[in-house]
């Protein structure tokens, strides 16, 4: 069964360091997604990407964020100068259609921010 | 506002035993609902949706029920097993805003021998 890939499973940074997170989606898929998950809280939605551009974006996803699908397999999510707060896991997510069904969730990044 | 909530964060269920998870949900324009089941250290894997021109939908094991005039959504679990014991999350996805999903707070299944 086709898998989102998500590398590194884990990453530590300093405070302030940049960090970017990689996600391979399923191929045939269009609609690119970044959620993320603080530990034992649900999982909150970043931003949407369709047709290489953001669709949607949420209130958390500030001008610290940037995703960027570089070559026709990457979507990559950099977060500029991380701060402690952005300790979660993050999870790419990717889907054919535009409705919700038909979602793949990768199996997430951990960030730690020290 | 848009708001998908569960009733319980932890629910303890007898092996062999149904599993019942609720949900509430705050919005009536939301459309469509899905399950997800997420276990330790994975991201959510899809369980089961349905479309709010349906109250009932069925698949393997798991039946997920919409009441739509109370808000309210189910998933039920036939025969719980070990391997079910993980986090579920009911989520929301509309389609004048297909392109996120608002997920819930989540309930802990756990399985007892």
């Known amino acids: 069964e086709p898998e989102v890939t998500q590398t590194p499973s884990h990453q530590v940074t300093q405070m302030g360091q940049e960090v970017i997170l990689r996600c391979v989606p399923i191929?045939?898929?269009?609609?690119f997604y970044w959620y993320r998950q603080i530990l034992g809280q649900k999982v909150e939605f970043l931003v949407s990407?369709?047709?290489?551009?953001?669709?949607?974006k949420s209130e958390i996803f500030d001008d610290q964020f940037s995703v960027e699908r570089p070559d026709g397999s990457n979507f990559t999510l950099k977060i500029r100068s991380t701060k402690l707060e952005d300790s979660a896991m993050y999870f790419c997510?990717?889907?054919?259609?535009?409705?919700?069904?038909?979602?793949?969730f990768g199996s997430g990044t951990r960030l730690t921010v020290v | 506002g848009e708001s998908v909530g569960l009733h319980l964060p932890t629910l303890s269920v007898q092996e062999g035993d149904n599993s019942i998870i609720n949900c509430a949900y705050s919005?009536?324009?939301?459309?469509?609902f899905i399950w997800y089941k997420q276990e330790s250290g994975k991201g959510p894997q899809f369980i089961i949706d349905?479309?709010?021109?349906?109250d009932k939908r069925q698949g393997q094991r798991v039946t997920v029920l919409l009441n739509k005039t109370v808000k309210h959504l189910s998933l039920q679990i036939a025969a719980t097993q070990p391997g079910d014991s993980a986090v579920y999350f009911c989520?929301?996805?509309?389609?004048?805003?297909?392109?996120?999903?608002?997920f819930g707070s989540g309930t802990r299944l756990s399985i007892r021998p």
């Open positions: 997510a990717s889907n054919e259609y535009r409705e919700g069904y038909g979602y793949t």
């Open positions: 191929s045939n898929h269009l609609y």
């Open positions: 990407f369709y047709n290489n551009e953001i669709s949607e």
């Open positions: 919005n009536s324009a939301s459309d469509y």
């Open positions: 349905i479309r709010s021109n349906m």
């Open positions: 989520a929301e996805n509309m389609y004048s805003s297909a392109s996120k999903i608002i």
